[in-house]
């Protein structure tokens, strides 16, 4: 079945300088992905989509970028804040586009 | 308030006892969609519907669980006999029509309910 997953569970950076998730899919049909943070306590907050027609879109203060030889997605997040502080997961829509594989997720760190 | 609604926010309890989720979504959202969540990993798709049709149930692990929508908003996720395993968050998210012109995988997710059984 699909999966994704992310490369790394935990990431700390330091306040003000970029964050780089990455996540890698198995699927090669697939064609849709989605981000989403995870703030404690709360549920999923959607960030960005990106499709497979696209290599890389821009959001505030995030870009994604889809490598579709690799296999490969990531989440750039510019000057980071503190309240970037979460886990991440990058979601792949099954093929009926109603169930969504979320992988095991980033956490992600800020320092002040 | 404006989005998705979910009650209670921790329930306990003790291993064999019936328990009920609700989830209000957001006012128009047709789409409905219920996960678990367990501790440390990403959450597991259970269930969903599109007003009070049940399209896909392929996630609910047993038959202990079960999901209703009668009137194609609020929604219940009912879990009988519970085990230690079930253990978990259940996150409920609703999803806008696509006339709105977002993306399929825009879901507004509840902050959840804790599920504890002892």
């Known amino acids: 079945g699909e999966s994704v997953g992310l490369h790394l569970p935990t990431l700390s950076v330091q306040e003000g300088d970029n964050s780089i998730i990455n996540c890698a899919y198995s699927n090669s049909a697939s064609d849709y992905f989605i981000w989403y943070k995870q703030e404690s306590g709360k549920g999923p907050q959607f960030i960005i989509d990106i499709r497979s027609n696209m290599d890389k879109r821009q959001g505030q203060r995030v870009t994604v970028l889809l490598n579709k030889t690799v296999k490969h997605l990531s989440l750039q997040i510019a000057a980071t804040q503190p309240g970037d502080s979460a886990v991440y997961f990058c979601?792949?829509?099954?093929?009926?586009?109603?169930?969504?594989?979320f992988g095991t997720g980033t956490s992600l760190t800020v320092i002040p | 308030g404006a989005g998705v609604s979910q009650s209670p926010r921790y329930k306990v309890a003790k291993r064999g006892q019936d328990v009920a989720l609700r989830c209000d979504p957001i006012s128009g959202h047709v789409s409905l969609f219920w996960y678990q969540q367990a501790l440390g990993q990403g959450p597991e798709f259970l269930t969903y519907f599109q007003n009070e049709a049940q399209l896909d149930k392929s996630g609910l692990p047993s038959d202990r669980f079960f999901a209703e929508r009668p009137e194609g908003s609020v929604s219940t996720l009912k879990i009988q006999r519970t085990q230690q395993e079930d253990s978990a968050v259940y996150l409920c998210?609703?999803?806008?029509?696509?006339?709105?012109?977002?993306?399929?995988?825009?879901?507004?997710f509840g902050e959840g309910s804790r599920l504890t059984v002892l």
């Open positions: 979601a792949d829509p099954s093929n009926t586009g109603n169930q969504f594989y």
């Open positions: 998210a609703s999803r806008p029509p696509s006339t709105t012109g977002r993306g399929a995988g825009e879901l507004f």
